[in-house]
């Protein structure tokens, strides 16, 4: 059974509670600080396309676990990835919000809460 508020979002399964994000306000200034901390982060490159040995300038910041399926991840660093708009588009349905394949495999490469930037720079 769940239960869900308004606001401040409370959600019931069985007979734990847990705290839900909202929806993210990707207008709102905690977004925008946010993004411009994961590009400078990341360099204002495109890291799926760093991957891939070319070098794209990175203006979206992805999350690789979607904010409202697991909006418990929403704001964290290692969850979110600097990427160009046409990487982007290959990674998310734009008219569904979904992963696409490709989307996916980059999910499944991340493990939740594994700060990937530090494995990659061999740290």
Same mark, same amino acid.
């Given at each position: 059974?769940?239960?869900?508020?308004?606001?401040?979002?409370?959600?019931?399964?069985? !007979? !734990?509670?847990?705290?839900?994000?909202?929806?993210?306000? %990707? %207008?709102? =200034?905690?977004?925008?600080?946010?993004?411009?901390?994961?590009?400078?982060?990341?360099? %204002?490159?495109?890291?799926?396309?760093?991957?891939?040995?070319?070098?794209? $300038? /990175?203006?979206?910041?992805?999350?690789?676990? #979607?904010?409202?399926? %697991? #909006?418990?991840? /929403?704001?964290?660093?290692? =969850?979110?990835?600097?990427? !160009?708009?046409?990487?982007?588009?290959?990674?998310? =349905?734009?008219?569904?919000?979904?992963?696409? $394949?490709?989307?996916?495999?980059?999910?499944?490469?991340? *493990? #939740?809460?594994?700060?990937? *930037?530090? *494995? *990659?720079?061999?740290?």
């Amino acid at each position: 059974m769940f239960l869900i508020a308004e606001k401040g979002i409370v959600a019931e399964s069985g !007979s !734990s509670f847990f705290a839900l994000e909202e929806n993210m306000d %990707y %207008y709102g =200034n905690k977004w925008k600080k946010k993004r411009k901390h994961i590009l400078r982060l990341d360099g %204002y490159v495109c890291q799926v396309s760093r991957m891939y040995g070319r070098t794209e $300038e /990175a203006t979206v910041v992805h999350h690789i676990y #979607p904010a409202d399926m %697991y #909006p418990e991840w /929403a704001w964290e660093d290692w =969850n979110l990835i600097s990427v !160009s708009m046409a990487t982007h588009n290959r990674l998310e =349905n734009r008219q569904t919000g979904e992963l696409t $394949e490709e989307g996916e495999r980059l999910q499944q490469m991340i *493990r #939740p809460g594994e700060d990937w *930037r530090k *494995r *990659r720079a061999g740290k």
